[in-house]
């Protein structure tokens, strides 16, 4: 199958200790990834609504990540402000902006290739991100 475009191929994502775990996103099945390339400059509407998201996410026991280019400092003081206690990755700004432009915005991964990316407006809502996860587990 190869009518899913693939992930930005110089991707490479860390944890705050600098182990690449950007296999994690390529390889696994049904991975979203909540993109949030500058902490600092998320809205007020788009913190609250990232905040939802991830918490409908954990419910449906999704596989999931937030990535950013934040500062592993700044980024750890802003989720635990907003109660989001997630899996956190770090990746280069650039490589950031060209998977997602919505700061924050949603990727769906399927084995390192694009299934779908929503803006921040546009995130699923439970439903709709119930669907998607019987969707992925009802065809593998």
Do not use: C
């Not at 696994?28 to 998201?53: C, E, H, I, P, W």
């Not at 596989?63 to 700044?74: C, F, G, K, M, R």
Request: aromatic content about 8%; overall charge negative.
């Amino acid at each position: 199958e190869t009518d899913k475009p693939l992930i930005a191929h110089n991707l490479v994502a860390e944890d705050s200790m600098g182990n690449d775990l950007t296999y994690n996103i390529l390889e696994s099945q049904a991975v979203f990834v909540v993109v949030a390339y500058d902490l600092q400059s998320t809205t007020n509407k788009g913190k609250q609504k990232m905040v939802r998201l991830v918490d409908d996410i954990q419910k449906l026991e999704a596989n999931h990540y937030v990535i950013t280019a934040s500062l592993p400092d700044e980024a750890d003081s802003f989720l635990q402000k907003l109660s989001i206690h997630s899996d956190l990755l770090f990746a280069d700004e650039v490589v950031l902006k060209t998977m997602i432009r919505s700061n924050p915005g949603l990727v769906l991964f399927d084995q390192g290739k694009v299934i779908a990316k929503w803006h921040y407006n546009d995130f699923p809502d439970t439903l709709e991100l119930k669907e998607l996860i019987e969707e992925f587990r009802d065809t593998k």
